[in-house]
């Protein structure tokens, strides 16, 4: 073994040495330094950062904001109704040294996996909780109230998350809906709804269609009626007015209108073969006929 | 997320696979030693070959070779420098397409955003990530994709109804820096609080507006919501729209929700109906009613005219029989009684000569009379 070799060596184990005691911190990461178990360095700015090689280890925690789904679970509001809930959170690891090593403290070894758990049952007991709570409604949670109620979650679950050095940054409820079995029931209501206002629709269609046919057929009949009484009064001025023109021109000679129009009706009535005349050839119209008027008046 | 850049250390050329392991952020790593160590023995065998092709030119290491491995002259060194050098280029130039940016980290921490084009990330100090921004992304919601229950998009409104929301949500990234520091699950989280968002605006809304007069509001206002939300996480996300492509009553009631439409549609025919026929019958009695009228016109034209032509007729004739009285009116008898005598049946009986005052009973039945009276007449 040689000079060189033996060089080589220091410079392998120089160059791990050097690598092993410094370490990179990344701008989304925390990073805790341990020593057999203690901490001794906690890291929250990015940067390059340095340890004693081998004796001391690096522990990196995701600084970023986290997200977490709370498993959908039934409340039950003040008035009794039954509502399936479920939220989501997010949240970061917190920004402060206290708060990373107080993480730490609180988690241990499991990392962010018992962080999670940890706030699930955090987020599930404080929703039961502010949702239950004296005077939530479930008409508050379906309600512009919404906002509220979800901004008071999130501080209590904050409050509550402190102590495992968690900053509860959002809670928002995702759904808020009827469980499977009122489901149903809600269906049929928005059913009968519906057809309640069909019916009403086609009810106050056939009720307008009645009334529009119904004042149709009186303005009919007043109509007609106008006009037959319109058409009486003509006809009554006809009549009158052919009294009047009677009166006027047979008034002129009341005898000789009785002998005229005598004369006229029977030319009028007995007419063509309609009827058979019994007469005697001693009216005035026959007084020539048996020859009693050959002489004249003058010879006798 | 992109993995172009690798871990903190540099995934270069060698070690991708390695580099992927080392991302941070997986949950529950704790203990990370023995890797680590692993990997700097490796990286550092690696540098140091670097280092080595580096110095090869001027160092002394041209007599030490003769232990291990071929002799290294200094052609070999210098033909290892150039791939070393090469290799490093290769892991420090990159391109970042026009969709994207990168953000490039100085040992860990944020230095710079790279534009568009050819950039330079010096391996190992600076490590970059890409990040595509300006490239819209879409999350498609409530279309029975998601897990939990209720998830079909189905929502319950402020009134108890529930209603079947579909919508998309475009979004791309404004800030990467901020994207890529300040979540873990971009995609995720969008869609996440796009579905908060929508059921909480559908929870403070009634059934009927949502279903048309509201839907471009809720979509913007949904939209508002989302991006206030985001900002708040200083996401870097930037909500290009929301696309509501359904807010439909859901599919068991839809039934009964077309039915009201039909129920409308119905309403109105019955009104056109009884329109129609109002039309109809009044159209008819005012034509009855100018029938009627005319007709009454008609009767009074006639019945005046009559009786003025019948009158005047009268007053002419008077004229004439007030001239000469007897003659006139003896004429008129005669010339009556001509006229009516020669048309009708007639018989004509002289009581004075045929019978002795019985009158026509003898004669009984008259109609008998007819055939034989010319027999008779010639009595």
């Not at chain 1, 090593?101 to 007991?125: H, K, T, W």
């Not at chain 1, 007419?271 to 009693?292: K, W, Y």
């Not at chain 2, 109609?367 to 034989?372: H, K, P």
Request: negative net charge.
């Amino acid at each position: 073994m040689g000079r060189g070799t033996i060089g080589l060596i220091v410079l392998v184990v120089a160059v791990v040495g050097v690598l092993s005691s410094i370490f990179i911190t990344d701008e989304r990461e925390k990073v805790l330094v341990l020593q057999f178990g203690q901490i001794k360095q906690v890291k929250t700015e990015p940067g390059l950062g340095f340890k004693i090689p081998f004796i001391q280890e690096v522990v990196r925690y995701d600084g970023r904001i986290l997200s977490l789904d709370t498993a959908a679970i039934e409340i039950t509001p003040s008035d009794d109704r039954r509502l399936v809930v479920d939220a989501f959170a997010r949240y970061r690891i917190g920004d402060t040294e206290e708060k990373i090593i107080q993480f730490r403290q609180a988690v241990g070894p499991g990392g962010l996996r018992v962080a999670e758990d940890r706030l699930a049952s955090i987020l599930i007991d404080e929703i039961r909780g502010v949702l239950g709570s004296e005077g939530v409604t479930s008409n508050t949670i379906l309600s512009a109230e919404r906002g509220i109620l979800m901004n008071r979650i999130r501080a209590r679950a904050d409050e509550e998350a402190a102590s495992l050095g968690l900053d509860v940054v959002d809670v928002r409820l995702k759904q808020t809906n009827l469980p499977e079995q009122n489901l149903a029931a809600t269906f049929d209501r928005m059913r009968a709804e519906r057809e309640r206002e069909a019916t009403d629709e086609r009810a106050r269609g056939e009720e307008a269609a009645q009334r529009v046919r119904a004042q149709a057929d009186r303005t009919v009949v007043e109509l007609v009626s106008d006009a037959n009484r319109e058409a009486e009064i003509v006809r009554g001025e006809a009549d009158a007015a052919r009294n009047r023109i009677f009166a006027e021109a047979y008034g002129a000679d009341e005898d000789f209108f009785r002998f005229y129009r005598s004369l006229a009706a029977y030319e009028r009535s007995l007419r063509g073969t309609n009827s058979t005349l019994v007469i005697t050839p001693d009216s005035e119209f026959f007084e020539f006929l048996d020859g009693a008027g050959l002489s004249s008046p003058a010879a006798n | 997320m992109a993995n172009n850049g690798g871990g903190p250390w540099g995934g270069g050329g060698g070690n991708r696979g390695n580099g992927d392991d080392r991302r941070p952020g997986r949950p529950g790593q704790d203990g990370p030693q023995i890797p680590e160590i692993d990997e700097i023995m490796k990286k550092g065998q690696e540098q140091l070959k670097v280092l080595m092709g580096g110095r090869g030119g001027r160092g002394p290491n041209g007599a030490d070779g003769g232990g291990e491995g071929p002799k290294l002259t200094r052609g070999t060194l210098g033909i290892g420098a150039l791939i070393a050098l090469a290799l490093w280029a290769f892991n420090s130039f990159y391109t970042v397409r026009p969709e994207e940016q990168s953000v490039e980290l100085f040992l860990g921490e944020f230095s710079s955003i790279g534009n568009p084009g050819l950039n330079f990330a010096p391996w190992p100090v600076v490590t970059y990530e890409v990040i595509p921004v300006t490239r819209e992304q879409s999350e498609d919601i409530g279309l029975g994709r998601t897990g939990s229950s209720g998830g079909d998009g189905l929502m319950l409104t402020t009134d108890e109804n529930i209603v079947d929301i579909d919508f998309q949500v475009v979004w791309n990234i404004t800030n990467a820096a901020d994207f890529l520091f300040n979540l873990r699950d971009g995609p995720e989280t969008v869609r996440a609080v796009s579905e908060s968002a929508m059921r909480e605006i559908v929870a403070g809304s009634s059934l009927a507006p949502l279903l048309n007069r509201d839907r471009a509001l809720v979509a913007q206002r949904a939209e508002e919501l989302i991006q206030l939300t985001l900002d708040s996480y200083q996401s870097g996300i930037n909500i290009v729209r929301v696309n509501l492509n359904k807010a439909d009553p859901p599919r068991e009631v839809i039934d009964a929700f077309r039915d009201v439409q039909a129920a409308e549609q119905e309403r109105d025919r019955l009104e056109r109906q009884a329109d129609a026929y109002a039309n109809r019958v009044l159209a008819g009695a005012r034509g009855e009613s100018a029938q009627v009228l005319e007709q009454a016109e008609s009767y009074r034209a006639r019945v005046v005219n009559e009786a003025e032509g019948e009158a005047s007729r009268f007053s002419a004739v008077l004229n004439e029989y007030q001239a000469a009285p007897e003659v006139t009116r003896r004429r008129l008898y005669i010339e009556t009684l001509e006229k009516v005598l020669g048309d009708v049946d007639k018989i004509i009986l002289d009581e004075g000569a045929g019978g002795s005052g019985q009158g026509v009973v003898p004669y009984l039945p008259l109609n008998e009379l007819r055939r034989t009276a010319p027999a008779t007449g010639g009595n």
